[in-house]
């Protein structure tokens, strides 16, 4: 599974813009038709740089929280690789006579800093100063607006490249824009050129938009084709000053990319270091192919004939870049390590290694919005957190859902509430257990809603003083927590308290999974108590605040109740608690997280040899054992040993066998004779068209899924993604 959700094509497209951008500089097809050439070079070969950026993007922003050190991390090495870049080019400065230009100070630290030393060079900078913009764009303003305000920076650049000749003849604008030249002699650069594309591959790594190839390819289609128009007429109007920047060059990259990550496979680290060298590189080669074809008296064949000189071009390239890779490979056997590194997928890797979990937040996002469909208009999903958001990590989850617009939060202790709030996360965080009174002051500090769990609580909290929003809880018939409804006097006078803002007052079900019918029955009357005490608490003239009654299973089973707010754990991790559990709404909810490991080593006992802790397993025949390093000390219950439970390898399902230990547990692979050491074992989740659901997992363990889920234990990794 983790293969088929890397990124192949984009590694592969890297080949296509290298070519491209030594076509850019060569003009192979110029001795045999102009327009071609000016096609190929001037217009296509324009999509090459925006797909590094985008690259960027894509892998640097697509965990946010992680994104400012990786954001160094690439700084530092695109730095890196520009300082080697401008040294190695200084023996060509020389030979062009670079030093002996006019105003040197001035011009090499506008070089240095936006232009690029040699000519190509000016994508290193362009990729620094982009990155930076982009990301404290996106910071600052959102997805949204920092896209509105590249295109707007990207609208100043066309009009200073390709559309230059609408705005030339204006004194205003031409004057302005010469002073832009004075900066910065072309407007394709780190601030107008760049941002946008960084932010678009930004948007594509963080949207889940459901798109279909065929589609985006015909939209990659239409969008190349305008762009082809766009070209090829600004070029015949003679409005170009330069022919980086299109219109269409935008629509055309988001396509493109899009359809590119669509091809998932296993990723090729090593062809982002050796594309980024053949893009270092090329030019040292044109200039090393004419001085041999000057010495060779061969320049008819490999100068003038462009086709020759860019095939010797690329090839020469290619060939110091495979010696980079391998040098490189050599020095670090991890991998590529250009700029354009993936740094996630290195990441995931060192994450992988034992056991893990893997939290997918694009079925977070599509359980949202299910979930909100079957809600009634006005009311609002509060999501349950609590218990580290049921074992798939409370803060990450949060700021997650914060992101997609989620802003009310319920969790079970005031610790999990401040953890979250020192997390930033924003909104309404309802805290359904008790808070002891001597933490008052954190409740009013972190700005969190405490539910009032009896009249006495209430009133002791009021008279500490603190402005404090809280819940009332009504008990209806859970007898756990909460004022007794029939109590309609106390619960009248608690809106009387001081200092308390009373924001809702909610109650839960105690059978709402239930679909007997005396366990419906229950229910009703729960419903039915709870609206019965909202009519006589208005007739008292008390305001009624926010409500809300239903859990997963009270929204799935009870859609029809109309509250201001539904308290959704369960459902939004995408899960039932029981397999046996058929709620009358049924959508399409889908697991957020998978329970992971590796198949660490094999051996092969013999007939009537015995296997782990109590030699409870011994074996009838030959036996495959593989070993797998996760135990109950990561929550995988113990209850599963012995053929109760069982894990997916290469989308098959095989026993546990003997007891599980702490650290460890045995399955029996006899029947899977091309598993091997490292193969991905799946203890919850799919392996190819497999699947093994957090209900399957507990009821072999007799429990529910909300208790498996909640105790997975604290050192396994997560990774999201
Ligand atoms: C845990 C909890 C919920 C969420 O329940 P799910 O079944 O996971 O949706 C809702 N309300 C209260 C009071 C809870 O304790």
New binding site residues.
């Given amino acids: 599974m983790s293969d088929s959700r890397e990124y192949a094509g984009i590694d592969y497209f890297r080949i296509i813009a290298a070519l491209l951008v030594v076509a850019i500089h060569i003009s192979p097809l110029i001795n045999i038709n102009e327009t071609a050439d000016f096609i190929l070079t001037r217009i296509v070969g324009r999509v090459a740089v925006p797909f590094f950026f985008m690259v960027s993007g894509f892998f640097l922003f697509s965990d946010w929280e992680k994104s400012e050190k990786r954001l160094k991390n690439f700084l530092k090495k695109t730095v890196f690789l520009y300082g080697i870049s401008i040294i190695i080019y200084i023996p060509v400065n020389i030979y062009t006579g670079y030093f002996k230009m006019d105003n040197l100070f001035i011009n090499i630290l506008k070089d240095v800093f936006i232009e690029g030393t040699m000519y190509h060079l000016w994508y290193l900078p362009a990729s620094i100063f982009g990155a930076v913009v982009a990301w404290n764009l996106i910071r600052k303003m959102g997805h949204k607006d920092a896209l509105s305000f590249a295109v707007f920076l990207y609208l100043i650049g066309l009009f200073g490249d390709s559309y230059f000749g609408l705005i030339k003849d204006i004194p205003l604008l031409s004057n302005l824009y010469g002073l832009i030249f004075q900066v910065s002699d072309y407007t394709r650069n780190g601030l107008f050129f760049a941002p946008i594309f960084f932010i678009l591959g930004s948007i594509i790594r963080n949207s889940n938009v459901n798109y279909t190839k065929i589609n985006n390819f015909v939209a990659l289609l239409i969008s190349l084709s305008l762009m082809l128009i766009e070209g090829l007429t600004l070029h015949s109007l003679e409005f170009q000053r330069h022919d980086s920047m299109y219109i269409m060059l935008v629509p055309t990259m988001f396509f493109l990319f899009r359809s590119l990550i669509l091809y998932r496979g296993k990723r090729v680290p090593t062809l982002g270091t050796g594309t980024m060298v053949v893009y270092i590189i090329h030019p040292m080669m044109i200039i090393f192919v004419r001085l041999m074809g000057k010495i060779l008296k061969l320049e008819w064949l490999l100068v003038e004939n462009n086709i020759i000189h860019y095939i010797m071009v690329t090839l020469l390239s290619t060939m110091v870049a495979i010696l980079a890779v391998w040098w490189e490979i050599g020095r670090n056997p991890r991998g590529g390590n250009g700029p354009h590194k993936d740094y996630t997928h290195k990441n995931l890797d060192n994450k992988r290694d034992r056991a893990w979990i893997e939290v997918n937040l694009d079925n977070l996002k599509h359980n949202v919005t299910v979930l909100q469909q079957i809600m009634p208009r006005d009311c609002h999903l509060m999501a ?1 957190v ?1 218990a580290d958001a ?1 074992g798939h990590g409370g803060e990450r989850i949060s700021s997650y859902l914060n992101k997609i617009g989620i802003k009310s939060f ?1 969790v ?1 202790t005031i610790d999990e509430g401040i953890a979250l709030r020192k997390k930033g996360v924003v909104g309404d965080i309802l805290i ?2 008790y808070t002891d009174l001597g933490r008052t002051q954190e409740l009013w500090k972190y700005k969190l809603i405490q539910t009032i769990v009896s009249y006495d609580y209430g009133r002791e909290l009021s008279e500490l003083g603190y402005d404090l929003k809280v819940h009332i ?1 009504i008990d209806t018939g859970m007898h756990r927590m909460g004022i007794d409804h029939r109590n309609v006097e106390k619960i009248a006078q608690i809106f009387k308290l001081e200092n308390l803002e009373i924001r809702g007052i ?1 109650t ?1 079900l105690a059978v709402s ?1 239930s679909r007997r019918t005396e366990d419906m029955e229950f229910t009703e009357k729960q419903i039915g108590s709870f609206y019965e005490l909202l009519k006589d608490l208005k007739e008292r003239g008390v305001r009624i605040p926010k409500t809300h009654i ?6 799935l089973n009870y859609p029809e109740i109309r509250c201001d707010y539904a ?6 991790y995408g899960v039932l ?1 029981e397999n046996s559990h058929k709620p009358r709404l049924n959508p399409d909810i889908r697991p957020v997280l998978s329970l992971k490991s590796k198949l660490r080593l094999i051996r092969d006992i013999k007939t009537g040899e015995s296997l782990g802790y109590g030699r409870a397993f011994i074996a009838n025949k030959n036996t495959r054992i593989g070993i797998v390093p996760i135990g109950y000390g990561d929550g995988v219950p113990r209850n599963l040993s012995c053929g109760r439970g069982s894990v997916l390898i290469n989308g098959c399902e095989v026993p546990i066998v003997g007891r599980i230990c702490m650290d460890q547990l045995m399955i029996d692979i006899t029947d899977i004779p091309e598993a091997k050491v490292g193969d991905t074992i799946v203890l919850i989740g799919t392996s190819r068209n497999r699947e093994i659901l957090a209900t399957d997992f507990a009821a072999n363990g007799e429990t529910i899924s ?1 208790e498996i889920l909640c105790r997975l234990g604290s050192r396994l990794n997560k990774i999201y993604v």
Avoid: E, F, P, T
């Fill in positions: 349950v609590k049921y319920a079970a359904l257990g809880k909610y839960h999974d239903q859990s997963s299973y009270g929204l308290r959704i754990g369960m459902a939004l608690s909300n």
